[in-house]
């Protein structure tokens, strides 16, 4: 076979022009609020080098958070897999089968050491020797530290690899843990929610691509860029809130007129994403928009934070000051409960991490 | 003991969802005597929901699987609507329709393309075509617009390009070059062209979810309704009556309207025809994988709601041996119909492994009896599967498209006759070659068109009551748990692409007593039962000859036929709580 090409020959080969290259540079780049000048950043980087060798695993999962990938509009799918990354092994999606499939995955290994990127969605079942799930034979445990070991860098992406996810949920039935709990000695970001918006996982795989590091981490571990503010901070509805508009049902009028839905228990106040400012499939929609809560699904713990329906105890507001105490019949407010907020995720993120 | 034979182990099985491996154990010239389905991996999600609100249920059993992402959520919100006697506005009724066939379509084209197509589409030897005769060929089948030479040759160029590069990426270790690729070069050209076109087509069409359901995958779901509010206010000039607050506007609902013409279009002018020209190159493999020969159905896409079945789209009941002129109706509350087994599962039952348990009385005590891992073998004669074994009456039964299309046809639907004579037509092949491995992917297709086509009407329904003045998307009746009766059961059913699925739930002083998914792959993928009848997969393997035990393609394609989702296959319940669990490492 031959020696690999770089990008950029192989971009010259497929046809595809400088100009819609950067374009597509330029768009990942604004996606990340970096400064322009990092679209031709990006473009010489991509350009240079082959493409970034990755390898998918998947393990206690549902497949969402690839669906969600192949759901990305800008780039698609087939742009970050045939211009911008070598997707050598993802079960979803490889033509191989068995050991051809685990060949291809130690042949990536091996001919990129120390330089693939490892993304990871699904929990690890830790519980009575890894039983609970297994690949080729091979527990989910051992094949993740054995391929750890040779990683630039580690992307958990979805709240299971993140935080345990679902299966990780009271009682924890297999003993599901974060990829965080078993690997100590690489970089890793946490790419959470159930399943990521899938601008955000494509934009950091391209800021991985561009820059050959992980972009600026909060205290969980995640891209700073996408999860700095609450969706409630975002949200187009908080007018509503803070006027004390709120849907009392599913099709009220409250509803129909896009009032809160704080009280039908929505956890955007609690949740850090960019649902409401990025929004989902191309932009057409986010859950608050279309009509039911936020399930809060890319916090820790969120399946065992309670019903999904109960309003959050206490009305959090960082910066409204007005806000309809009469209409919440007197519950006590304050900023106090952002920080609270705050301050309760940070403990969860120690627990989950201990 | 069986004489020594060999054994092909296929672990991954990939282009699939979840954890699946296969063992097969062949004679001396490469027969497959005897195969073994096994799922790999177990989260315990329904021990997970015991003790929790009914009406959070759907979100946990959504994210049994991200691939059919909506399913689980409409049997867990038809489950808990079943047992309260819960009704639901006309408008939900419509809205869970458009959204179960916008599921079924999307999953099914992306099955064909992007899980499946890579059995028989030889992507290197795509590197051969000339555009030109592409084109031609293209154009000879459809009138889909994308058939220029030109076209074909840009995506030629970009295949070079990549295969040059030397990075393989998701094509790397394929079987190219095998003999049992029999398509063209530019068959195998004009595929992979669509391979890419249905990549596009899929992210746009699943926009459809998150105008009504807030994202996809894993839309939201209510008990009692939808969760989508209609911001249209028909003639109305109240203050405050913003039209245009949620998704589902008016721009929201025109998008509707182009993603079902998008649809249909995709499946009349590229699905249809691709499936039947690829087909026509395989012939043989309308004669072997049938598996079971029984066929069973739940019945889908109510007119008239849930209590009335004979209003489904698609019908309820079994198929035995073939036997057309025979439906057998099914109960999903009778406790000698649906039963589930664990003769040969990593689980034990209270009294002894070789009984069969209906849903609402399954228990489950996780007993893993299997290798330590790493290991090289399983020992199929024991336990080896985290998957149960389902039976109806005692029977092994395949659901899923092939199922429902079967069903279709023997209760007379005039559509489905039509489709079916036409393929069969076309291919020049006898009724009979349904039951078999591409006979199941035509089944999908067809299937495919019958739903897509039904969309516009319950698009139609939708508007026209809007017209009318009916918003109405929720019902609040039974919302507040306090009205609720200290104990209630119920099932929700429903198709899902991959076949009958249904939930059960036991609801106790308003929290889940306990809660079962019998779902589509855990009908086909399960193990042999306690009698050594064997699971749909197993017996639609056996007797295939294997060209090169080392790249066993023929075990792809009929195991892809029928689009595996083990994730959802495998499920846990455990009436007794955590303590029961244990677990043997030998």
């Known amino acids: ?354 | 003991m069986n004489a020594p034979t060999n054994r092909v182990i296929v672990d991954p099985i990939t282009r699939i969802e979840g954890h699946l491996r296969i063992e097969a154990e062949t004679d001396a010239a490469g027969m497959i005597t005897r195969a073994s389905s096994a799922g790999t991996m177990v989260r315990g999600i329904e021990i997970i929901l015991r003790g929790r609100d009914p009406r959070d249920a759907w979100a946990f059993a959504q994210r049994i699987c991200g691939v059919c992402t909506l399913v689980h959520g409409i049997a867990s919100v038809r489950a808990v609507e079943d047992a309260l006697k819960y009704e639901i506005p006309a408008n939900a009724q419509l809205i869970r329709n458009l959204m179960i066939a916008a599921q079924f379509v999307h999953d099914h084209v992306m099955h064909f393309y992007h899980l499946h197509a890579l059995d028989w589409v030889d992507v290197v030897s795509a590197l051969k075509a000339d555009p030109k005769a592409t084109s031609e060929l293209a154009q000879s089948i459809s009138g889909y617009a994308k058939s220029s030479p030109g076209y074909f040759s840009d995506v030629q160029k970009k295949l070079k390009g990549f295969v040059e590069g030397g990075q393989l990426g998701i094509f790397a270790n394929g079987y190219w070059g095998h003999p049992a690729y029999k398509l063209p070069p530019e068959a195998n050209l004009m595929a992979v062209a669509h391979y890419l076109d249905a990549l596009a087509w899929q992210r746009n069409v699943a926009q459809l979810h998150a105008i009504f359901g807030g994202k996809n995958p894993h839309p939201n779901f209510v008990v009692g309704g939808v969760p989508c509010a209609i911001s249209i206010h028909p003639g109305s000039n109240e203050p405050g009556a913003s039209s245009g607050a949620t998704s589902l506007n008016i721009v929201g609902l025109q998008k509707v309207q182009d993603i079902i013409h998008q649809m249909r279009d995709f499946v009349d002018q590229v699905y249809v025809p691709d499936t039947l020209a690829i087909a026509g190159f395989y012939k043989d493999w309308f004669k072997q994988g049938e598996g079971v020969g029984n066929f069973m159905t739940y019945g889908d896409f109510p007119e008239k709601g849930m209590a009335d079945p004979a209003s489904f789209l698609i019908p309820s009941g079994v198929i035995l041996n073939r036997d057309l002129s025979t439906i057998h109706p099914v109960d999903l509350n009778a406790e000698d119909q649906i039963q589930e087994y664990v003769a040969h599962s990593w689980y034990d039952y209270k009294d002894g492994k070789n009984k069969g348990l209906h849903p609402y009385a399954g228990e489950t005590e996780l007993n893993y009896t299997g290798p330590k891992p790493p290991y090289a073998q399983l020992d199929v004669d024991q336990s080896y599967s985290w998957i149960k074994s389902p039976r109806w009456k005692g029977h092994a039964v395949e659901v899923g498209p092939l199922a429902r299309v079967l069903m279709l046809y023997a209760k007379g639907h005039e559509q489905t006759k039509e489709l079916v004579g036409m393929a069969l037509k076309k291919l020049d092949l006898p009724v009979t070659a349904l039951y078999s491995t591409l006979g199941r992917t035509a089944a999908r297709t067809l299937e495919s068109k019958v739903i897509v086509d039904a969309m516009q009407t319950w698009y139609d329904n939708l508007i026209a009551n809007i017209k009318s003045g009916d918003v109405r998307t929720f019902n609040e009746k039974m919302w507040d748990p306090s009205q609720w009766p200290a104990t209630a059961k119920g099932v929700g059913h429903m198709e899902a692409p991959r076949g009958g699925l249904a939930h059960w739930i036991v609801i106790k002083d308003g929290k889940i007593d306990n809660y079962q998914a019998v779902v589509p792959s855990t009908w086909n993928a399960g193990p042999r039962d306690a009698q050594g009848q064997e699971g749909p997969y197993e017996a639609a393997l056996k007797g295939h000859q294997l060209h090169d035990p080392k790249q066993p393609i023929e075990i792809l394609r009929t195991v892809h036929s029928f689009d595996p989702c083990i994730a959802c296959a495998i499920h846990v319940t455990d009436p007794e709580g955590e303590e029961l669990i244990k677990v043997k490492i030998r």
């Open chain 1, 1 to 354: 076979m031959n020696e690999p090409d770089t990008l950029g020959a192989s971009l010259t080969r497929t046809g595809i022009s400088r100009r819609s290259f950067l374009k597509f540079c330029t768009a990942m780049a604004s996606l990340m609020a970096l400064p322009p000048s990092a679209a031709y950043a990006m473009a010489d980087a991509l350009q240079r080098t082959q493409r970034q060798s990755v390898i998918w695993l998947s393990f206690q999962e549902c497949t969402g958070c690839v669906e969600s990938l192949t759901r990305s509009f800008d780039p698609t799918l087939e742009q970050m897999i045939f211009e911008m990354i070598s997707l050598d092994y993802q079960h979803t999606l490889q033509a191989a089968s068995g050991t051809a499939a685990e060949s291809a995955r130690e042949q990536a290994m091996k001919a990129s050491y120390g330089k693939y990127l490892l993304i990871v969605d699904g929990s690890i079942p830790t519980k009575d020797g890894g039983v609970y799930s297994t690949v080729a034979g091979i527990s989910n445990y051992d094949m993740l530290v054995e391929t750890a070991k040779g990683a630039a860098a580690i992307v958990s992406v979805g709240t299971c690899s993140s935080y345990g996810g679902i299966p990780h949920a009271n009682p924890n039935p297999t003993g599901a843990v974060a990829v965080t709990d078993i690997i100590k000695d690489k970089p890793v970001m946490n790419v959470p929610g159930c399943p990521p918006i899938p601008s955000v996982i494509a934009g950091v795989l391209a800021y991985f691509v561009t820059y050959g590091k992980l972009p600026e981490l909060d205290h969980l571990n995640r891209p700073k860029v996408f999860f700095a503010d609450t969706i409630h901070d975002r949200c187009y509805r908080r007018p509503f809130y803070d006027q004390g508009k709120f849907a009392k049902t599913f099709d009220d009028e409250g509803a129909r007129n896009g009032w809160c839905l704080y009280e039908l228990g929505c956890k955007g106040p609690t949740t850090y994403n960019a649902c409401a400012t990025i929004k989902w499939n191309g932009g057409v929609s986010f859950p608050i928009e279309s009509g039911h809560g936020c399930l809060g699904c890319s916090e820790p713990n969120f399946w065992d934070k309670g019903s999904f329906y109960q309003p959050l105890p206490t009305p959090l507001a960082d910066n409204a000051p007005v806000i309809a105490a009469a209409t919440l019949g007197g519950i006590a407010v304050g900023t106090v409960a952002a920080v609270v907020s705050r301050k309760h995720q940070a403990d969860i993120g120690t627990k989950e991490g201990k």
